[in-house]
């Protein structure tokens, strides 16, 4: 069924006069029922109606409306009080679908069969003149675009407050130690500052990613018609420059069937999750009587329904949950492209449900997360004593090395000093000069000085290290690049 539009969509009341016959026609006209003999069979309007969930893009919807509307008096092909009479029209939808007064009906197949009909209802049969030179093909792929931009700017927010959140962290918790582990197993002590800027890191990539998604995000495909281009010269250029986008697509196949954009966020939105995830394993993790390096605030954890003394991270878990529907979407959005001819086909239908659900999972669980970290409570006591010991190994090989031994040699050494201490219930630390030296000639008193946390921190000061000033100067970064609500800059939208 082609989408392009011959003839106006009416109310139900004007259908009537349909030359059909009055006798066939169900209570909704369908926009393309000239051609058919048969009303849509109940079971396939509500299998195909995808109302529900894209009217979410109305608002941009209308937006594009009115830019195309715009362009076809451009051109010529609407009167300026034709268009006038469609923008207030629309501008009315607009208002009723925000304040809910707006009733679709089951007949409307989608948002934009919806907006046009209510349209029409408004401002009369030239209200059918909307469409001119577009298809819902060319229009859904703008609308999605449009509220993906916006989508994309909100979740970049969204990573910034949540760095800041994690900034302040690291600015609060300074001069804390905890240990760091590989394999989950105490490896070398850091500070826990180094700790959570690492997430500041990861989510500054996740940023670049969206940024750079949005470069292609914010291509108009309108003006490619149902797939060949519109039968009529409207200057693409001004329409997209009231939308805001930097460009035009270049390739009507393509505009209209192409949803590697939507794949390419889901990609940076499945990052995103992927790293929250890794965070909020950590909360949970971290927040056990195991660890016990964090205290939950209780306006961030549930109870149990039975056992009374739970106190449950279920928000950092949710997250975690949450990650596994994030990838799904983009799974499903990859799955749905991949057999399609082109161009158009109805299957890209199912791009929107997953694409929506993704980008409101990932964006509330950073809002969430954004809020929560400000409240945990380190256990600074209990992050310290688990830092120093036998994490400190690596100080005594790299003396070694110091004192000219290959850094292998030095590796053995400390190993043995290490099985000695565990066969022995002792400590790396409770071992004098007289006793290291058994083990290797070349320990001296200086030794054991290297056997302290602050010692091992302080060796660390080369860029990227966990050496204190080396995290000072990153959070200073950061703080000065986050809390002055530094953004890139973004183009500025007309109306
Ligand atoms: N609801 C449709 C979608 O989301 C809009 C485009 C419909 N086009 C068509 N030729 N049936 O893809």
Known sequence: MSPKRTRSARPAK?????????ERRPRGAKAWDGRFREPTDPLVEIFTNSLESDL?????????SVAH???LERAGLLTAREAGRIVRGLGRVAREIRDGT??????????????????TELVGPVGGKVHTGRSRNDQVATDVRLWLRDQIDGAADDVAALQRSLVRRARADLGVVVPGYTHLQRAQPVLLSHHWLAYAEMLDRDGARLADARRRVNVMPLGSGALSGAGFKLNRRAIARELGFEDVSENSLDAVADRDFIVEFLAAASIVAMHLSRLCEEIVLWSSDEFGYLKLPDAFATGSSMMPQKKNPDVAELVRGKTGRVYGSLVSVLTTLK??????????????PPLFDAARTVRTSLAVLARMLPRLRVQKARMESAAGGFSLATELADYLVEKGLPFREGHAVVGRIVGFCVENGRELDSLGTAELKTFSPLFEASARRRLSVDSAIARRGLVGGTGRANVERRIEEFEARLEAGHRRPRPRRRR
Do not use: C
């Open 14 to 22: 004007r259908a009537k006069t349909n030359a059909k016959g009055p």
């Open 56 to 64: 979410e893009m109305a608002e941009q919807d209308i937006r594009g």
């Open 69 to 71: 509307v715009h362009g």
């Open 102 to 119: 707006f009733r679709p009906r089951p007949s409307d197949e989608d948002v934009h069969m919806a907006v046009e009909r209510r349209l």
């Open 339 to 352: 057999g399609l001819p082109l161009a158009y086909n109805r299957d890209l239908q199912e791009d929107k």
